[in-house]
């Protein structure tokens, strides 16, 4: 398994404003990804972080509004930016140790509510 | 692409009876993991049981049990003894490759004193 600690664990934001949410895991890891989980439902992929180039962002999802870091294999940051209430929602970071068909493994999450 | 489907939205049942959650998927992959995650209030994704296309198997974790079907591509999980603390959201999840997890729109579980 994987230790993840993601900060900060919920928030309340100004419309307009951003938010960089961090990912530190205990132990190197080959992959990060980060997802957004509106209330009740099920989790949507953000993007792939990626170390030393560009994150992998998903349809819908693009980089002036959710610029990714990666600066190595256990750190990551999510930023919300210019952030409107469509935007409140649990972000979560997740993790695998290896590339192919392993488990991932989930920090606690971030509740944004963004006013 | 590959999909997940979870069909039951919500379920209830007693402590200390049994209960199936009910998943199925669409792949053309033929080497692929398939997981259940559960979710409490807490938020917290919790794995509970994983199961590898390539098993026959089916994979056992305590209370917790799979029916893996792959040629009707189903992935059950059935929960013995029920008790109060596994009340929460149940995810089926699907990978294969190095793509990340694709997640079914999750199924809500109520167990009832």
């Known amino acids: 398994s994987a230790v993840i600690s993601q900060k900060p664990s919920r928030d309340i934001c100004q419309r307009g404003t951003s938010l960089t949410i961090q990912c530190q895991v205990d132990s190197q890891v080959t992959m990060m990804f980060w997802y957004r989980q509106q209330p009740g439902q099920s989790l949507t992929l953000i993007a792939t972080?990626?170390?030393?180039?560009?994150?992998?962002?998903e349809s819908g999802f693009v980089i002036d509004k959710f610029p990714i870091s990666r600066p190595n294999l256990t750190f990551s940051t999510l930023t919300v930016s210019n952030m409107s209430p469509e935007d409140s929602s649990i972000y979560l970071c997740?993790?695998?140790?290896?590339?192919?068909?392993?488990?991932?493994?989930f920090g606690q999450g971030t509740r944004l509510t963004v006013v | 692409a590959q999909t997940v489907t979870q069909s039951q939205p919500e379920m209830s049942v007693q402590e200390a009876e049994t209960v199936t959650l009910s998943c199925t998927y669409d792949?053309?992959?033929?080497?692929?993991?398939l997981f259940w995650y559960k979710q409490p209030p807490s938020r917290q994704m919790i794995l509970v049981i994983r199961?590898?296309?390539?098993?026959?198997q089916n994979a056992t974790e305590n209370r917790f049990s799979v029916n893996f079907q792959k040629a009707a591509k189903s992935f059950s999980l059935k929960i013995s003894d029920s008790q109060l603390g596994d009340t929460a959201m149940y995810f089926c999840a699907y990978r294969s490759g190095n793509t990340p997890l694709v997640f079914g729109k999750g199924t809500r579980l109520s167990v009832i004193a």
């Open positions: 997740s993790v695998s140790r290896t590339a192919v068909n392993t488990e991932a493994f």
């Open positions: 199961q590898e296309a390539y098993k026959q």
């Open positions: 972080a990626n170390q030393g180039s560009e994150a992998t962002y």
């Open positions: 792949t053309s992959e033929n080497n692929y993991y």
